[in-house]
């Protein structure tokens, strides 16, 4: 099992129990995906690539709409050199690229309800503005959030559809 170190005032050294490595679930289901292949990291690397992970999937993190390089070091107990050669190596990207893959990924979850107000999605998903939001959110998905929303809506509906065949008609039996 890996763990997450945590540092206090005096320096001592306390450590969490992190589970292992989220699996990352594959890009065709809207996922974030690794790197398959992290042979130039080296050991250390593959901790912070851990911990980064961790942070990403369970801490939601990416949330925060002020998270930076340096904030994230900051939280990892590492510096912002290492950290930025990590998202570049394991991850493929940089941090900021890194960071809007998953809230674009959040957003698109929070896109499959109905009630969502798009207006609000920008901030609920960490973006501090709607232009930033609406470029990442074409770039990945080569689509606007709306129209993202109405495609998942309507085909949610056809299958709905396909479950209940038309024509089938409900006999009403008069006592």
């Known amino acids: 099992m890996n763990t997450f170190v945590n540092m206090d005032i005096d320096d001592k050294l306390y450590e969490e129990a992190v589970p292992e490595k989220p699996e990352l679930a594959s890009s065709e289901s809207g996922g974030i995906q690794a790197v398959p292949e992290m042979k130039d990291c080296t050991g250390r690397m593959k901790e912070i690539y851990a911990d980064v992970s961790y942070v990403l999937e369970n801490k939601r993190v990416y949330l925060d709409a002020t998270l930076n390089l340096s904030k994230l070091s900051r939280m990892l107990h590492t510096n912002t050199t290492y950290l930025s050669k990590v998202a570049n190596l394991c991850f493929g990207c940089n941090l900021k690229t890194l960071l809007n893959k998953y809230r674009i990924a959040y957003a698109k ?4 309800d109905e009630a969502c107000d798009i207006r609000q999605l920008p901030a609920r998903c960490g ?3 709607r232009s930033t939001f609406y470029a990442a959110f074409a770039k990945f998905e080569h689509t606007t959030p709306k129209e993202y929303q ?9 299958e709905a559809e396909a479950v209940e065949p038309a024509g089938m008609a409900v006999e009403v039996v008069a006592v």
């Open 109 to 112: 979850e929070l896109l499959k």
């Open 127 to 129: 973006f501090l503005s």
């Open 150 to 158: 109405s495609r998942y809506l309507s085909r949610k509906l056809r």
